[in-house]
């Protein structure tokens, strides 16, 4: 029992550790590959242009001339490398809270920790294995989402055609929209209830502080009620299992050890991972 309690508590300081190393490293590259930028030409041919010499004191500001040249720091319509670095390192910084809460990651974790529990099977696959499978197949399912945020709110911000909170509201908007398809309407009214909130009129004045939890306990139901019929199949393996030992009269031998093999033959014959991630799939199109 403490083997298997400390195996557990150095697998969780290893994910940790791992999640912190990559949140680190991204924010290092950004930093560098933004640093690591030329100069503009007009920044560099403006600089060059300026006399050598003393520096005059300081007066009233004279006309440019037609000659003259005029030194820009920044663009007034793009947001500032400084900006840009902050909120690379904020998003890094809640990537883990947004992928357990805003998108299907939770489900497909939840469904595919399930499989494993309805095998017999404690630690096979393991949990390191089981979080990548759901990581990919949530980017393979969330990538129209992310293209369209990155589409409506993420470019126009960086091009300066929008302002923070008009590209925020634009690009969360497809986010919005993928979790109120897949939340239950009696959470919605469950969390606005619990906040004393107004009823709201439509879909589109529906707060994400009510959306979010809801859309998660919508995925959380979705995933119990897969699990449940993922077990029948496998209890029915117990019960014909455990009958015939007691008719036989092995009742020294565990049923859990003579029904694992036929559990795993049957799920591969079924080619049991493709179904599920096909049904997993299939609930988000």
Same mark, same amino acid.
């Given at each position: 029992?403490?083997?298997?309690?400390?195996?557990?508590?150095?697998?969780?300081?290893?994910? @940790?550790?791992?999640?912190?190393?990559?949140?680190?490293?991204?924010?290092?590259?950004?930093?560098?590959?933004?640093?690591?930028?030329?100069?503009?030409?007009?920044?560099? $041919?403006? @600089?060059? $242009?300026?006399?050598?010499?003393?520096?005059?004191?300081?007066?009233?500001?004279?006309?440019?001339?037609?000659?003259?040249?005029? @030194?820009?720091?920044?663009?007034?319509?793009?947001?500032?490398?400084?900006?840009?670095?902050?909120?690379?390192?904020?998003?890094?910084?809640?990537?883990?809270?947004? %992928?357990?809460?805003?998108?299907?990651?939770?489900?497909?974790?939840?469904?595919?920790?399930?499989?494993?529990?309805?095998?017999? %099977?404690?630690?096979?696959?393991?949990?390191?294995?089981?979080?990548?499978?759901?990581?990919?197949?949530?980017?393979?399912?969330?990538?129209?989402?992310?293209?369209?945020?990155?589409?409506?709110?993420?470019?126009?911000?960086?091009?300066?055609?929008?302002?923070?909170?008009?590209?925020?509201?634009?690009?969360?908007?497809? %986010?919005?929209?993928?979790?109120?398809?897949?939340?239950?309407?009696?959470?919605?009214?469950?969390?606005?209830?619990?906040?004393?909130?107004?009823?709201? $009129?439509?879909?589109?004045?529906?707060?994400?502080?009510?959306?979010?939890?809801?859309?998660?306990?919508?995925?959380?139901?979705?995933?119990?009620?897969?699990? !449940?019929?993922?077990?029948?199949? !496998?209890?029915?393996?117990?019960?014909?299992?455990?009958?015939?030992?007691?008719?036989?009269?092995?009742?020294?031998?565990?049923?859990?050890?003579?029904?694992?093999?036929?559990?795993?033959?049957?799920?591969?014959?079924?080619?049991?991972?493709?179904?599920?991630?096909?049904?997993?799939?299939?609930?988000?199109?």
């Amino acid at each position: 029992m403490i083997s298997a309690v400390g195996v557990a508590t150095a697998r969780k300081r290893w994910l @940790v550790r791992a999640v912190v190393s990559i949140l680190v490293l991204a924010g290092v590259l950004i930093g560098i590959s933004l640093l690591a930028q030329p100069a503009g030409a007009e920044t560099v $041919a403006a @600089v060059a $242009a300026q006399p050598a010499g003393p520096s005059a004191p300081a007066g009233p500001a004279e006309p440019a001339g037609p000659g003259a040249v005029t @030194v820009t720091v920044g663009s007034p319509d793009k947001p500032s490398e400084s900006l840009v670095i902050l909120i690379a390192l904020t998003v890094l910084s809640v990537a883990p809270a947004l %992928l357990l809460l805003c998108t299907s990651f939770t489900k497909i974790f939840v469904v595919l920790s399930i499989t494993r529990n309805a095998l017999g %099977l404690t630690s096979v696959p393991p949990n390191q294995v089981l979080a990548g499978l759901a990581l990919f197949l949530s980017l393979f399912i969330m990538a129209p989402t992310a293209a369209a945020v990155n589409e409506q709110g993420i470019q126009p911000f960086l091009n300066g055609e929008k302002s923070q909170s008009q590209a925020f509201n634009d690009g969360v908007q497809p %986010l919005r929209e993928f979790m109120l398809k897949q939340t239950r309407p009696e959470e919605i009214a469950l969390f606005t209830k619990v906040a004393d909130q107004d009823k709201p $009129a439509n879909a589109d004045e529906v707060p994400l502080t009510t959306l979010v939890p809801a859309f998660v306990l919508s995925e959380l139901r979705a995933a119990m009620l897969i699990g !449940f019929v993922l077990f029948i199949p !496998f209890l029915v393996i117990d019960m014909v299992v455990s009958a015939s030992l007691m008719s036989l009269g092995m009742m020294m031998l565990p049923p859990v050890t003579v029904a694992l093999p036929f559990k795993l033959l049957l799920f591969v014959l079924a080619n049991g991972w493709g179904l599920i991630v096909t049904a997993l799939v299939g609930t988000y199109t």
